[in-house]
């Protein structure tokens, strides 16, 4: 199975930050990678597919970029409706796997 | 507008069954497959299968082979996921979500239910 190590695990913040967070795959995916955000006792929300997509209605302020086997989400500048939960999941293989997540909290 | 929502909360007893309703709206049922996603209490997110709305095929995370079930009923635009031998650490919020295919030749799950907690207890 493909693993997928997200870090930092917890990341805090404040309004306006760049915010940077990493998936790093055990194996090469190509681009099959999608970016999630889940607040709390909702469902996740899609934010970017093939690693650097950005899906329709996303605020551009998010991006998605690739290095061989890291992956990576920036938050350009950080707003209040941001801090969530994130995560990434592969899609180069069965089983389809997610990463452990990444918390994002007002510092 | 997409939508895809799903059957309410349930409690079962271990070795019990559970059946999960997704009824969607707002697109082309049969164009898409319905994948199940479930996440346990404070926990991160555990793919379980897939099916295709148009045929019916199926993929199943192994772990979960021979207790899941994943059906579609085109009639009414619902999806079902049965699990069985229900397990205390079966305890999680269920998600269905949306299979989308892009032209671009790259998935992702684009559109998903509120979600379903399914407790197991004694």
């Known amino acids: 199975d493909i693993q997928l190590t997200q870090s930092p695990s917890f990341l805090s913040a404040s309004v306006g930050d760049r915010v940077t967070i990493t998936c790093r795959a055990t194996q090469g995916i190509s681009s099959y990678l999608a970016w999630y955000q889940q607040k709390p006792g909702k469902a996740p929300k899609l934010l970017i597919y093939?690693?650097?997509t950005l899906q329709s209605g996303v605020p551009s302020r998010f991006s998605g970029s690739k290095s061989g086997t890291d992956f990576t989400l920036t938050v350009s500048s950080l707003q209040p409706e941001d801090f969530a939960t994130y995560f990434c999941q592969q899609f180069n293989s069965y089983p389809l796997t997610f990463g452990g997540g990444t918390k994002v909290e007002i510092k | 507008q997409v939508q895809l929502v799903q059957s309410g909360a349930e409690v079962k007893k271990p070795g019990a069954s559970v059946k999960v309703s997704c009824k969607a709206s707002?697109?082309?049922?049969?164009?898409?497959?319905i994948t199940w996603v479930r996440q346990a209490p404070g926990q991160g997110l555990e793919w379980m299968g897939w099916i295709s709305a148009e045929n019916g095929n199926t993929n199943y995370a192994q772990k979960l082979q021979g207790r899941v079930t994943m059906t579609t009923d085109t009639s009414t635009r619902t999806a079902y996921m049965e699990l069985r031998s229900l397990r205390s650490d079966d305890t999680a919020v269920y998600y269905c979500?949306?299979?989308?295919?892009?032209?671009?030749?790259?998935?992702?799950?684009?559109?998903w239910g509120q979600g379903t907690l399914v407790t197991v207890s004694s």
């Open positions: 979500a949306r299979w989308e295919a892009f032209w671009s030749g790259y998935y992702a799950f684009d559109y």
């Open positions: 707002g697109y082309t049922f049969t164009k898409y497959s």
């Open positions: 093939a690693a650097s």
